[in-house]
C-alpha cells in the first residue's frame, strides 16, 4: 500500500529547529521526486523543498534558502526536511508528497500522493 506518513511537528520558539520526516511505503524513493509543501490557515499551499529521484539536486522557495535543508535516507525509504532559524511565518501544516515524475516540480498538481501533515507552530 502507497503511504506518506509525516512526523517531527511540533510548538518551537522562533529561532529554534525541527526536522519533519516522510516515511514512504510501498514505493521506493529512487524513481520519484519528493517534495515538502505547506499550507497556513486562509493561504494556498505552497511548495517548500524538493528532492529529485537521484537524490542529486534540491530545490528550495526562496523564503527558506539558507535556513531549511531536505535530504534523504534511501535505506530507510525517508525524507527529511530540517528546518532551522525557524520563524512565526514557517507556522503551518506541512505536508510530504509523492511527485509524478523524477525531476523537481514545485507546483502541487505534479504530486500525486500525499501524507497527512503534521503542524509546525512557531511562538514565543
Known amino acids: 500500500q502507497l503511504q506518506l506518513v509525516e512526523s517531527g511537528g511540533g510548538l518551537v520558539q522562533p529561532g529554534g529547529s525541527l526536522r519533519l520526516s516522510c516515511a514512504a511505503s510501498g514505493f521506493t524513493l529512487d524513481y520519484y521526486a519528493i517534495g515538502w509543501f505547506r499550507q497556513a490557515p486562509g493561504k494556498e499551499r505552497e511548495g517548500v523543498a524538493c528532492?529529485?529521484?537521484?537524490?542529486?539536486?534540491?530545490y528550495y522557495t526562496d523564503s527558506v534558502k539558507g535556513r531549511f535543508t531536505i535530504s534523504r535516507d534511501i535505506a530507510k525509504n525517508t525524507v527529511y526536511l530540517q528546518m532551522n532559524s525557524l520563524k512565526y511565518a514557517d507556522s503551518a501544516v506541512y505536508y510530504c508528497a509523492r511527485g509524478l515524475q523524477a525531476s523537481c516540480m514545485m507546483t502541487s498538481r505534479r504530486y500525486d500522493h500525499w501524507g497527512q501533515g503534521t503542524q509546525v507552530t512557531v511562538s514565543s
Open positions: 528532492i529529485t529521484a537521484s537524490g542529486g539536486m534540491t
